[in-house]
Each structure stands twice: as C-alpha cells, then as structure tokens.
C-alpha cells in the first residue's frame, strides 16, 4: 500500500503558485482541487505519468477526511474501489484535473477572497426541510 503520493511538476508549480497568492498549504489547496474535480460529470480517462513534483504523504493531504475523499471518488467512479486504486491514483487523477480548475477559478475571480466566494456560491443549498427529524 502506498502512502505518499507525486505530482506532476505542472501540478506542483500550480500548487506553489496558488500557495504564494493564497496562502493555503498545499495540502488545503490540494483538497479544494480534488474537489472541484468530483464536481466534473466526466470520467478521468488518463492516468498521471510525470511523478516529478511534490511527494505529499497521504496523511497531510486526506487528514481526518480520508475515508470521505475514497467514498467521493468512488462515488464519481460508479464502482467500488479498492484501497490501492484510490490512493495515489485515481486521488493523484482528479488532483491533477483539479489543480487545473483551482487555478482558472482564481485567475477569473482575480484574488483568494473572491475565489473563495466563488467556490462557496457553487455549493447547493440544503433547506431545512431537506434535513431528516
């Protein structure tokens, strides 16, 4: 079982990047990328190949939301996955693909506050009468 996962060197010089204007560690950033990924209805047909950016432990990156991120992912996926698939694979996948919508959304909103406005306004609402009990 792996626990550390690599970057490709576009990913790591996003990361960095948004980083310096953000102030967000990678790791907090990288969470926000995979998730904008999941957002995507489309599958990720290609696989990461360049493995020559960060190196980025498991732990740091999924902290307490580990098992939330597989079952996400293996949401996406339509199909159960197993434990080698997710981490760093099909996680490292949509990473890269999220990187990539991460750093549109700040170009377009122009700074981290607006960025941060505009991710929140995509998140549907839950009324209250949505809510069991």
Known sequence: MNFRLNTSKATAERLKNLQATTRLTPNILARYAV???????????????DKSGLEIPRNVLTGPYDYLFKV???????????????????????LERGCILLQNEYNYAGNYEKMI????????EVNNHDLPG
Do not use: C, M, W
Not at 35 to 49: A, F, M, R
Not at 80 to 92: C, K, Q
Not at 117 to 124: F, R, V, W
């Open 117 to 124: 406005i505009n991710l929140l306004a995509k998140i549907p």
């Open 72 to 94: 996400l992912i293996a949401q996406h996926e339509n199909r159960e996955i197993t434990d080698e698939e997710y981490f760093p694979g099909l996680f490292n996948n949509h």
């Open 35 to 49: 998730i904008l990924s999941l957002k995507e209805s489309q599958p990720i047909l290609t696989t990461v190949k």
